[in-house]
């Protein structure tokens, strides 16, 4: 992909990952990623979070030529970090339809559907129940 295509693209998508939803700008640029206003670094103190984050950058060789602006809200770290990686992946496939085979292949398009289930009443939680007695 030419650097002239790429400065003309921004793209905006959203990622969700359980309760996680994150709202991702991809744009050219120097390789900066800022999640609500901080550092990467800053916002995932632990590497396999920043990993996660970094992925469809990484595999699609643009992780120093695209700028990366994300609002997250909801869920937890792990949660959050994968909403994110859904986002930028795609971001990148609006920008360049041809991605989509490697991202696919690496399941970065796919939203994951497993959520927490709810907790029924009569019952410890989802599943648990009560202790039972037969005497």
């Given at each position: 992909?030419?650097?002239?295509?790429?400065?003309?693209?921004?793209?905006?998508?959203?990622?969700k990952r359980?309760?996680?939803?994150?709202?991702?700008?991809?744009?050219?640029?120097?390789?900066?990623?800022?999640?609500?206003?901080?550092?990467?670094?800053?916002?995932?103190?632990?590497?396999?979070?920043?990993?996660?984050?970094?992925?469809?950058?990484?595999?699609?060789?643009?992780?120093?030529?695209?700028?990366?602006?994300?609002?997250?809200?909801?869920?937890?770290?792990?949660?959050?970090?994968?909403?994110?990686?859904?986002?930028?992946s795609r971001?990148?496939?609006?920008?360049?339809?041809?991605?989509?085979?490697?991202?696919?292949?690496?399941?970065?398009?796919?939203?994951?559907?497993?959520?927490?289930?709810?907790?029924?009443?009569?019952?410890?939680?989802?599943?648990?129940?009560?202790?039972?007695?037969?005497?």
């Amino acid at each position: 992909m030419e650097r002239e295509s790429l400065e003309e693209n921004r793209s905006n998508a959203t990622g969700k990952r359980k309760t996680a939803i994150a709202r991702v700008r991809v744009q050219a640029g120097s390789g900066q990623i800022r999640i609500n206003d901080r550092a990467l670094e800053e916002y995932f103190p632990r590497t396999i979070w920043s990993n996660q984050v970094k992925a469809p950058l990484e595999i699609t060789n643009m992780l120093s030529r695209i700028d990366v602006f994300a609002r997250v809200t909801g869920g937890g770290l792990t949660g959050q970090a994968e909403a994110i990686r859904h986002g930028i992946s795609r971001a990148l496939l609006e920008i360049n339809p041809e991605l989509r085979e490697s991202l696919k292949k690496e399941g970065f398009l796919t939203r994951d559907p497993r959520i927490k289930e709810r907790k029924k009443y009569g019952q410890k939680g989802a599943r648990k129940r009560f202790q039972f007695s037969k005497r």
